[in-house]
């Protein structure tokens, strides 16, 4: 990922950038159904990795290696 992550202070409405480079590693999950009884963040937990997707590392992105 190459990007900018803007950050507004106050009134600043122009922000000041920040380079946000990174490399993110994703994998393919496996996405059992929560028990009946489960609790709020154990619902939150699953709704979330339903996609089937996890983020599982970020690191700066190495260029010209």
């Given at each position: 990922m190459v990007a900018n992550l803007?950050?507004?202070q106050g009134s600043n409405q122009v922000g000041k950038a920040i380079a946000f480079n990174k490399t993110v590693f994703?994998?393919?999950i496996d996405t059992p159904s929560p028990p009946s009884n489960s609790s709020n963040i154990q619902?939150?937990?699953y709704s979330v990795?339903?996609?089937g997707l996890e983020v599982y590392k970020i690191?700066?992105?190495e260029i010209g290696k």
């Open positions: 803007i950050v507004f994703v994998r393919a619902r939150t937990a990795r339903k996609a690191q700066d992105l």
